[in-house]
């Protein structure tokens, strides 16, 4: 049995993790009650609201679950989360988790976060603005999630300085927003043989 | 037979070649890393990025939504930031560079024990000038730090096979386990090569007439470790997507891999940048194109909201797809492992795509030359090398098993970065050949070492045209193309 000591030793490290995430597994009707006053925003008192980070984390969750949730109730949730005072909430309606829920527009991109993103003329071009634009329009998995392009040097250089309070620099960010906007005219490119 | 004092000589003599490597394969990397900065983001490592900002600005990793990737390499890249904030790609880029000791050391060390001191000292020299593996070091792609792990996994399942009574058999494969675990956290890729290379050692346990049980308490330590360290990332997905799995590519490569339009990812965004200045694009060859057949490509399943189980969609329309299209199936076989052994790789591309600065470029003719050239000779000579001279054993049923797993994943979606867990192996077998020669040989080990190459040699001629129009366009500019 001395021989086979090391194997229980894995296999016994192996049923505690199970058991912590059975322990810390969450339905989604707990998710739900979790994140209640914001998928009810109306119903609920916001006096003992959870941190972001904690909202984020549930909402992350139940949004990829599968029927975890519906393209109403992210197109909802999206428009809700847009509306906060939270920056955090307002990016994360920009990620790919509502953006692959929302509803999408006749050239297939999420209606309510392009508006949000770029509805606006001239665009705030600011940093907290800068971290939205990238988080929606620089993500992975292309144009059906909003993601056009892909972030550049000078683009990672402005989200880091937009994340400690940094503006973009306005008239070099305009001629990007200019030429981009031209080459999304000249249509997709296509690819393969 | 030499003495006490001149085997302690020798072997001193050795050690300080042995470093003296490392810090040459070291220096030409910094150098190579200080030449190439500012180099421009492209495709997955922008990828990369976007996901490590996710993971610094919310806390979550967000999927690909056409991949989950493993988590460690924008784990990596947002422990960089934490860091070095604006400096955290520079410092991500020389941590890799420095990780790439682990490549040169595990090389050396595998061609040792397999070969002897020569054979080692020349795949060292080899290894510091493979210009392809060694600009991997400041791409941010997890291949560097991937193969800086697989490297020495593999070298001490090499040992733990080749000596299975050693005492240190148990460390060694637990080691192997250990590191080989924690890369698959970094390229999924290797998830089911890991536990098939503990085959050969099983084999060998089995002819040297040990018991059943005692070869399966030996090979099933290291695999309920690897299963230890897979398990924590597999039951965060299990809570998120409601799938147990480390992660999860395979749907999206069978779209890009099973599908009528030819995919090769050296090409693609050549391609697109040819496309946008209105230059005619780089194709493969007629007889292989899927238009011969007229066949439109199969869309991806966008309306399923889960994410593995839009990539099982993706994967069972491929797969209808393909037993509707046995013959295309087939020619696009010879096609992608065409584009896995084409002398091409990231850095002509990069070159390509004007994504170094004047400092790289100033020098790209002999880049090209220099990289085309170690990718090609690294093929041919490290094939007939292994052929030739590789011994049997253990061993050379770990050579062969990687060498097939990976014209089997290439198989599927194939591209030059694909071939480089290989590279240290043919690095190997380059160097067996130049120190040994290929005679006295066997005449089957001959004919294998001729066919392999021959094989190569028809597979370069069916990729020429694309190979040749990227070493060009890699050369002078995508302007010479049209």
Same mark, same amino acid.
């Given at each position: 049995?001395?021989?086979?000591?090391?194997?229980?030793?894995?296999?016994?490290?192996?049923?505690?993790?199970?058991?912590?995430?059975?322990?810390?597994?969450?339905?989604?009707?707990?998710?739900r009650?979790?994140?209640?006053?914001?998928?009810?925003?109306?119903?609920?008192?916001?006096?003992?609201?959870?941190? %972001?980070?904690?909202t984020?984390?549930?909402?992350?969750?139940?949004?990829?679950?599968?029927q975890?949730?519906?393209?109403?109730?992210?197109?909802?949730?999206?428009?809700?989360?847009?509306?906060?005072?939270?920056?955090?909430?307002?990016?994360?309606?920009?990620?790919?988790? #509502?953006?692959?829920?929302?509803?999408?527009?006749?050239?297939?991109?999420?209606?309510?976060q392009?508006q949000?993103?770029?509805?606006?003329?001239?665009?705030?071009?600011?940093?907290?603005?800068?971290?939205?634009?990238?988080?929606?329009?620089?993500?992975?998995?292309?144009?059906?999630v909003?993601?056009?392009?892909?972030?550049d040097?000078?683009?990672?250089?402005?989200?880091?300085?937009? #994340?400690?309070?940094?503006?973009?620099?306005?008239?070099?960010?305009s001629m990007? #927003? #200019?030429? %981009?906007?031209?080459?999304?005219?000249?249509?997709?490119?296509?690819?393969g043989? | 037979?030499?003495?006490?004092?001149?085997d302690?000589?020798?072997?001193?003599?050795?050690?300080?070649?042995?470093?003296?490597?490392?810090?040459?394969g070291?220096?030409?990397?910094?150098?190579?890393?200080?030449?190439?900065?500012?180099v421009?983001?492209?495709?997955?490592?922008?990828?990369?990025v976007?996901l490590?900002?996710?993971?610094?600005?919310?806390?979550?990793?967000?999927?690909?939504?056409?991949?989950?990737?493993?988590?460690?390499?924008?784990?990596?890249?947002?422990?960089c930031?934490?860091?070095?904030?604006?400096?955290?790609?520079?410092?991500a880029?020389?941590?890799?560079?420095l990780?790439?000791?682990?490549?040169?050391?595990s090389?050396?060390?595998?061609?040792?024990?397999?070969?002897?001191?020569?054979?080692?000292?020349?795949?060292?020299?080899l290894?510091?000038?493979?210009?392809?593996?060694?600009?991997?070091?400041?791409?941010?792609?997890?291949?560097?730090?991937?193969?800086?792990?697989?490297?020495?996994?593999?070298?001490?399942?090499?040992?733990?096979?080749?000596?299975?009574?050693?005492?240190a058999?148990?460390?060694?494969?637990?080691?192997?386990?250990?590191?080989?675990?924690?890369?698959?956290?970094?390229k999924?890729?290797?998830?089911?090569l890991?536990?098939?290379?503990?085959?050969?050692?099983?084999?060998?346990?089995r002819?040297?007439?040990?018991?059943?049980?005692?070869?399966?308490?030996i090979?099933?330590?290291?695999?309920?470790?690897?299963?230890?360290?897979?398990?924590?990332?597999?039951? @965060?997905?299990?809570?998120?997507?409601?799938?147990f799995t480390v992660?999860?590519?395979?749907?999206?490569?069978?779209?890009?891999?099973? *599908?009528?339009?030819?995919?090769?990812?050296?090409?693609?965004?050549?391609n697109?940048?040819?496309?946008?200045?209105?230059?005619?694009?780089?194709?493969?060859?007629?007889s292989?194109?899927?238009?011969?057949?007229n066949?439109?490509?199969?869309?991806?399943?966008?309306?399923?909201? *889960?994410?593995?189980?839009?990539?099982d969609?993706?994967?069972? @329309?491929?797969?209808?797809?393909?037993r509707?299209h046995?013959?295309?199936?087939?020619?696009?076989?010879?096609?992608?492992?065409?584009?896995?052994?084409?002398?091409?790789?990231?850095?002509?591309?990069?070159?390509?795509?004007?994504?170094?600065?004047?400092?790289?470029?100033?020098?790209?003719?002999?880049l090209?030359?220099?990289?085309a050239?170690?990718?090609?000779?690294?093929?041919?000579?490290?094939?007939?090398?292994?052929?030739?001279?590789?011994?049997?054993?253990?061993?050379?049923?770990?050579?062969?098993?990687q060498?097939?797993?990976?014209?089997?994943?290439g198989?599927?979606?194939?591209?030059?970065?694909? @071939?480089?867990?290989?590279?240290p192996?043919?690095?190997?077998?380059?160097?067996?050949?130049?120190?040994?020669?290929? @005679?006295?040989?066997?005449?089957?080990?001959?004919?294998?070492?001729?066919?392999?190459?021959?094989i190569?040699?028809?597979?370069?001629?069916?990729?020429?045209?694309t190979?040749?129009?990227l070493l060009?366009?890699?050369s002078?500019?995508?302007?010479?193309?049209?």
């Open positions: 049995m001395r021989a086979w000591r090391g194997h229980f030793v894995l296999m016994l490290l192996m049923a505690g993790l199970v058991a912590l995430h059975l322990a810390s597994h969450r339905s989604n009707d707990e998710l009650t979790e994140l209640a006053h914001l998928l009810q925003p109306g119903e609920q008192s916001t006096a003992s609201l959870p941190t %972001s980070r904690d984020l984390e549930a909402m992350h969750i139940l949004l990829n679950r599968p975890g949730f519906s393209r109403a109730e992210g197109q909802q949730l999206s428009e809700t989360l847009l509306a906060e005072d939270d920056p955090l909430l307002r990016e994360f309606a920009l990620s790919i988790d #509502l953006c692959r829920l929302s509803r999408h527009t006749d050239l297939n991109v999420p209606a309510t392009e949000h993103v770029l509805g606006r003329t001239p665009p705030p071009m600011d940093g907290p603005w800068w971290l939205e634009y990238v988080t929606y329009r620089r993500k992975v998995g292309g144009k059906q909003g993601g056009r392009r892909r972030l040097n000078l683009e990672l250089l402005w989200y880091r300085r937009a #994340l400690r309070g940094e503006s973009p620099p306005h008239a070099e960010l990007r #927003l #200019l030429r %981009s906007a031209r080459e999304a005219r000249v249509g997709p490119i296509p690819r043989q | 037979m030499k003495s006490p004092k001149e302690k000589q020798t072997v001193q003599g050795f050690s300080r070649k042995f470093a003296g490597i490392l810090a040459a070291l220096i030409l990397r910094f150098l190579l890393l200080g030449l190439a900065l500012p421009e983001l492209q495709s997955d490592e922008a990828n990369y976007y490590a900002l996710g993971l610094e600005r919310f806390g979550l990793f967000f999927d690909c939504y056409r991949f989950l990737w493993p988590p460690l390499y924008p784990g990596f890249l947002r422990l930031f934490l860091l070095a904030d604006e400096q955290g790609l520079l410092l880029r020389s941590l890799q560079v990780s790439t000791l682990a490549i040169g050391w090389t050396m060390s595998i061609a040792r024990r397999l070969f002897n001191d020569s054979v080692a000292l020349v795949s060292g020299l290894w510091i000038v493979h210009l392809p593996l060694a600009s991997f070091s400041h791409l941010l792609w997890s291949e560097s730090l991937f193969l800086a792990l697989w490297g020495p996994a593999l070298a001490l399942l090499i040992a733990a096979s080749q000596e299975p009574n050693h005492p058999r148990g460390r060694r494969l637990l080691g192997y386990a250990l590191l080989a675990g924690i890369g698959v956290h970094l999924e890729a290797s998830l089911y890991t536990p098939l290379l503990l085959l050969p050692l099983g084999w060998t346990l002819r040297q007439g040990t018991h059943t049980l005692k070869i399966l308490r090979i099933s330590q290291p695999l309920l470790l690897l299963a230890l360290i897979l398990l924590p990332w597999s039951l @965060r997905n299990l809570e998120t997507y409601g799938r992660a999860s590519t395979l749907g999206e490569n069978i779209y890009n891999g099973l *599908n009528s339009s030819h995919r090769n990812f050296d090409l693609i965004p050549v697109t940048a040819l496309q946008r200045n209105n230059q005619p694009i780089l194709q493969v060859r007629a292989l194109r899927s238009s011969n057949e066949l439109s490509p199969w869309p991806r399943a966008e309306e399923v909201l *889960n994410l593995p189980e839009r990539l969609e993706n994967r069972r @329309r491929g797969l209808a797809f393909t509707d046995p013959g295309w199936f087939l020619r696009g076989r010879l096609q992608k492992i065409s584009d896995l052994v084409a002398p091409v790789s990231f850095l002509t591309r990069h070159l390509a795509l004007g994504h170094y600065p004047a400092s790289l470029t100033r020098w790209r003719t002999m090209v030359i220099w990289a050239g170690a990718s090609a000779l690294t093929l041919l000579l490290g094939l007939i090398g292994l052929a030739s001279r590789l011994p049997a054993g253990p061993a050379a049923g770990i050579f062969a098993l060498g097939a797993y990976y014209l089997a994943t198989s599927l979606v194939a591209m030059s970065r694909f @071939r480089l867990p290989l590279v192996l043919l690095l190997i077998g380059c160097a067996s050949l130049i120190c040994m020669g290929l @005679r006295p040989l066997p005449r089957h080990r001959l004919i294998l070492a001729a066919g392999s190459s021959l190569l040699v028809a597979l370069w001629i069916i990729g020429w045209p190979t040749w129009g060009k366009a890699a002078k500019g995508l302007e010479v193309i049209g």
